[in-house]
């Protein structure tokens, strides 16, 4: 009988391996739950109206058009904070795999949590392996963001492009301390496939807006 049992158990213990071994490339590629919140992706749209949202926000675009939703950056009374992947492929991916982890896609402006956010994530010991910046999801601008948020090495222009595009499309939507946004990232087919290895490889560079 103990034979038999020890027999049994292990295609179990196999099949545990696996997941252990795989696991980041199936949180990648599916999602994750953490917290009892799933995390995930969800495309909205076709064509050049295509967009990206966490699946945990996805509701709050339902009722409206992406074509309107872009052309508005807004749907409803929900306002939008737009991040290009052909111009910021890495800072879609830190944002696209804080979501799969379960990390808020609606997030709320707050400019005094901001100073304590950035003593709590890329701090100075945060390994730059190949001479890029620290980015940090949720913004450390933001009530959710600070400890606990995902970190991944960027390059330096994309950083750059970062704040300058939180920062001027919270002017142009009047977005001010305590509301609400929606992160919303555009030409997802641009998406790193994988971790900053020292190369800029964004298709548009020229520009961040």
């Not at 917290?35 to 064509?47: A, D, H, I, K, N």
Request: net charge negative.
């Amino acid at each position: 009988m103990a034979t038999k049992s020890g027999v049994g158990l292990l295609p179990l213990v196999l099949v545990a391996a696996g997941v252990v071994v795989f696991w980041p490339e199936l949180q990648e590629k599916f999602g994750d739950v953490v917290g009892g919140v799933t995390g995930g992706v969800e495309l909205v749209g076709e064509g050049e109206n295509r967009f990206m949202v966490a699946a945990s926000a996805s509701s709050r675009v339902d009722q409206c058009t992406p074509q309107k939703s872009l052309a508005e950056g807004a749907c409803e009374d929900l306002k939008f904070i737009v991040f290009d992947a052909s111009k910021m492929p890495f800072i879609a991916r830190n944002i696209s795999q804080a979501w799969k982890t379960g990390r808020e896609g609606v997030l709320t402006k707050d400019s005094q949590a901001e100073p304590q956010n950035r003593k709590e994530v890329c701090l100075p010991s945060f390994p730059r392996a190949f001479g890029g910046e620290c980015d940090e999801y949720p913004f450390a601008s933001t009530r959710q963001g600070g400890r606990g948020a995902r970190e991944m090495e960027v390059p330096a222009r994309e950083n750059r492009c970062q704040g300058g595009t939180i920062n001027a499309q919270q002017i142009v939507r009047g977005i001010k301390d305590g509301d609400d946004y929606l992160v919303v990232i555009i030409h997802p087919e641009n998406i790193a496939t994988g971790d900053y290895q020292g190369v800029d490889i964004a298709i548009e560079k020229e520009t961040c807006g």
